[in-house]
């Protein structure tokens, strides 16, 4: 089984398919690559060019009909195999050890999810590749054409720049870059996050990446661009064959698709309002000039098409639903905003309960509180929050947290931040006079006791089970340990790495660090430093040896 898989989906490709394929074949990567190559029924030789590179790592999908972007990577992901896949497009040319460096990239970086390629221009100039995620604004600036010739001969082209990070790559990329949205020209990634789809078919040609790369970051990943990896990339090859006003009309209904699944009712009602101003501005436009005449009415009636309105070009790929089934996708569009309406009312209507409950304490003991939660925490009706007079503290809960029924959090200073996607379980309670920091993704079990006198820094993805005790710090007072919750004296901040997990029922005591990767069984006790990679089991676990590149403890 190849370490690597390369997908690689082509429609009348034959002038780049060549140089692409051979590129990938000679990448040298511990554990081996594969490539998959889905054609979408090419008109041209791109189908008998690849059947005459013989090299059984090479394995070739014909396909019948044009399934679109999305699809064909999708078949390409089932068919194949790898711990990780590569994204590569057929104009793409990698550069020798590019593969290598991707990969060591992710496996260096935990919390990581997709590392990219830097990609350069034939001239061996950088393109600026990357973008941010849509908003209004920068859909105006960017993607629109008053918008953009606006923001060109105004502006400075301040939007679009900003859209595009280009004051980043102008400056020179050092260091791994987190964006929002690369191009997936050449990217590579963990199968374990995709599963069994790695894009959406509701998208089939663009938009696809911009939607799994949203999906990454709403469970905390980041997406960098790894500078030390870097490939060849001329661009757009394949949807260059297509009449401006269809592909203006794919590109405008499968953003709206886009949005639809990460906006809310309002601001997708404002962005198609927007989209017909750009109808609007385009059309009066087009009498006044002689030269951009074509161009102008081609965009006004790809935007019709991609809004669904009469007059427009017919999208490309995607199938524009008739009159009759858009009112009911539209009514049950609106009948689940109303269901998370209410929802949304219900959560910010017990947030103000927590705030106002959390600012009145504060001004009752003259004491100062720095609170944030996110608009999207579930929390629960009897959370209980203590704040004593004279301490400052600062209380921030993460987006999409979900503090249940029966929390307790007592600042006594300091700060307590629940990092992204924070989840914690009923019967937990959580004490401050310190600061402590919890890591994206942070589930925290039921029953679970996490005290904070110093510093407590969690790493990646760490997962505490149900009934643990986490102590935080070693405390001595004249050479006698004093209880951990009364008067610290010597602080020593537990340090515990990324990808952890605790088991049920464990103790982690006084100034243990854990490495990264370790699994501590249920029902252990953990005494002394353990290294990376470590298993840790038993009633107490103790150290017995060094096996391989970690610690096994029994």
């Known amino acids: 089984m190849p370490r690597v898989s390369a997908l690689v989906v082509t429609w009348n490709s034959a002038s780049d398919i060549t140089a692409c394929v051979n590129a990938a074949l000679s990448q040298e990567v511990d554990g081996g690559l594969e490539v998959v190559v889905v054609d979408n029924a090419s008109a041209d030789e791109t189908v008998s060019l690849l059947r005459e590179i013989s090299d059984p790592r090479l394995r070739l999908i014909a396909l019948d009909s044009n399934t679109g972007y999305a699809e064909g990577n999708n078949r390409a992901l089932a068919e194949s195999s790898g711990e990780l896949v590569l994204l590569l497009n057929p104009d793409c040319v990698m550069s020798d050890g590019c593969v290598a460096e991707l990969v060591g990239h992710l496996e260096r970086s935990p919390g990581v999810a997709a590392a990219a390629a830097l990609l350069r221009n034939a001239d061996g100039s950088v393109q600026t590749f990357a973008r941010r995620d849509l908003t209004l604004p920068s859909i105006w600036w960017d993607l629109t054409d008053i918008g953009r010739r606006w923001d060109e001969r105004v502006r400075d082209q301040r939007g679009r720049r900003w859209r595009r990070y280009a004051a980043e790559f102008e400056a020179g990329i050092d260091s791994p870059l987190a964006v929002d949205c690369p191009a997936a020209a050449c990217l590579v990634l963990w199968r374990t996050l995709v599963r069994k789809r790695l894009f959406d078919p509701g998208l089939p040609l663009f938009f696809n990446d911009g939607d799994l790369y949203a999906r990454l970051r709403n469970r905390g990943y980041l997406i960098e661009v790894t500078p030390a990896a870097s490939a060849s990339h001329i661009g757009g090859t394949s949807h260059r064959q297509l009449p401006n006003s269809r592909k203006r009309a794919e590109f405008v209904w499968s953003m709206r698709q886009y949005v639809s699944r990460h906006w809310s009712g309002r601001r997708c009602a404002a962005l198609w309002v927007l989209l017909m101003v750009d109808v609007i501005t385009a059309t009066l436009r087009a009498p006044f000039s002689r030269r951009r005449r074509r161009a102008l009415l081609a965009h006004a009636r790809g935007t019709l098409g991609g809004l669904g309105l009469p007059g427009g070009a017919v999208p490309w790929l995607s199938g524009v639903p008739g009159p009759r089934r858009r009112v009911g996708l539209l009514r049950a569009r609106l009948r689940r905003q109303f269901r998370d309406g209410l929802r949304s009312l219900a959560r910010r209507t017990r947030r103000r309960r927590v705030l106002i409950r959390l600012r009145l304490g504060a001004w ?48 006594w200073g300091g700060e307590l931040v629940l990092g992204h996607a924070v989840d914690v379980r009923s019967g937990s309670c959580l004490t401050v006079k310190g600061q402590l920091h919890l890591a994206p993704r942070v589930t925290i079990g039921r029953n679970v006791g996490v005290h904070a006198d110093s510093q407590m820094t969690w790493g990646f993805g760490v997962t505490v089970g149900e009934g643990s005790l986490i102590i935080d710090s070693e405390h001595t007072s004249d050479g006698t340990a004093v209880p951990v919750l009364d008067q610290p004296i010597v602080i020593r901040p537990v340090s515990i790495g990324a990808c952890t997990f605790i088991g049920a029922g464990a103790v982690i005591t006084a100034g243990v660090s854990i490495g990264a990767g370790a699994v501590i069984g249920a029902r252990s006790v953990v005494t002394a430093d353990v290294a990376e990679r470590t298993i840790a089991l038993g009633a107490p676990a103790r150290a017995v040896g060094k096996t391989g590149p970690g610690v096994i403890a029994e």
């Open 364 to 411: 009752v003991n003259r004491s100062h509180l720095d609170v944030t939660i996110h608009p999207s925490a579930n929390i629960a009706s009897d959370v209980l929050v203590e704040q004593p007079s004279g301490q400052s503290g600062r209380l921030l809960i993460g987006p999409r947290a979900r503090i249940q029924r029966g929390v307790i959090l007592r600042l």
